[in-house]
């Protein structure tokens, strides 16, 4: 497996309202200082200002000497993606910074301590799943996509990837490991990754919401 080693002395934001938890972090120098994560399902937008809040008090770090802003930018909740998105773009605009997104996808690969290749799945509703398969340098095997259920399986039976994902759950006669975000070796994955401009900034949904695939066929 391989090893990452944080460098970096500057103060990192991380963001994550991609899925149930809103989760934000301040890491420097590949230690957290501060890391607000909690399961608010469909509250993403009453709780994650407060939880930046709270995380940056605990940090003791101003919101001026925020060197880097990383946001989770999908695939996962519509909603959710939305409300990060904005916060981030908002705190960069505040504070004149460009911003790092970061695939969840891939954001589970590297917090995995499982044998790789790994699969990343996400339950995108009952009959599909947002995948990706990476190798232990966190390169795609196979692209991030939105699969059916026949598919994933597919590519199971290809790849014997190790499955992992934001909860314990069995897909069919195989078992999804749940992997706690490791934020400061996520960041050390990104740090010299393309950054975008605050108001560049759009989430990474893979596949619309019905809703939206429901007005683009009308029109």
Same mark, same amino acid.
């Given at each position: 497996?391989?090893?990452?080693?944080?460098?970096?002395?500057?103060?990192?934001?991380?963001?994550?309202?991609?899925?149930?938890?809103?989760?934000?972090?301040?890491?420097?120098?590949?230690?957290?200082?501060?890391?607000?994560?909690?399961?608010?399902?469909?509250?993403?937008?009453?709780?994650?200002?407060?939880?930046?809040?709270?995380?940056?008090?605990?940090?003791?770090?101003?919101?001026?000497?925020?060197?880097?802003? !990383?946001?989770?930018?999908?695939?996962?909740?519509?909603?959710?993606?939305?409300?990060?998105?904005?916060?981030?773009?908002?705190?960069?605009?505040?504070?004149? *910074?460009?911003?790092?997104?970061?695939?969840?996808?891939?954001?589970?690969?590297?917090?995995? @301590?499982?044998?790789?290749?790994?699969?990343?799945?996400? +339950?995108?509703?009952?009959?599909?799943?947002?995948?990706?398969?990476?190798?232990?340098?966190?390169?795609?095997?196979? +692209?991030?996509?939105?699969?059916?259920?026949?598919?994933?399986?597919?590519?199971?039976?290809? !790849?014997?990837?190790?499955?992992?994902?934001?909860?314990?759950?069995?897909?069919?006669?195989? @078992?999804?490991? *749940?992997?706690?975000?490791?934020? +400061? @070796?996520?960041?050390?994955? !990104? @740090?010299?990754?393309?950054?975008?401009?605050?108001?560049?900034?759009?989430?990474?949904?893979?596949?619309?919401?019905?809703?939206?695939?429901?007005?683009?066929?009308?029109?």
């Amino acid at each position: 497996m391989k090893t990452l080693f944080v460098d970096s002395s500057r103060k990192n934001l991380f963001i994550d309202t991609s899925l149930l938890n809103v989760s934000i972090s301040v890491v420097k120098d590949g230690h957290t200082l501060s890391l607000i994560s909690k399961s608010v399902p469909n509250m993403h937008s009453i709780y994650t200002t407060s939880f930046l809040k709270q995380a940056l008090d605990d940090a003791k770090v101003s919101p001026k000497e925020i060197d880097e802003i !990383y946001v989770v930018d999908g695939p996962g909740s519509f909603t959710g993606l939305r409300i990060g998105a904005t916060i981030a773009k908002t705190y960069g605009y505040i504070i004149k *910074k460009d911003i790092t997104p970061v695939s969840t996808l891939k954001a589970y690969a590297i917090s995995s @301590k499982d044998n790789y290749p790994v699969m990343s799945i996400i +339950p995108a509703n009952k009959t599909h799943y947002y995948v990706g398969i990476y190798n232990e340098s966190f390169d795609s095997i196979v +692209p991030e996509h939105f699969a059916s259920y026949d598919r994933v399986l597919e590519l199971i039976t290809k !790849y014997n990837p190790t499955l992992v994902g934001a909860d314990n759950y069995c897909l069919s006669d195989f @078992k999804v490991n *749940k992997v706690e975000l490791d934020i +400061p @070796k996520i960041i050390n994955y !990104y @740090k010299n990754k393309e950054k975008v401009n605050y108001y560049k900034l759009v989430p990474n949904y893979l596949k619309l919401p019905q809703a939206l695939e429901d007005k683009k066929v009308k029109e």
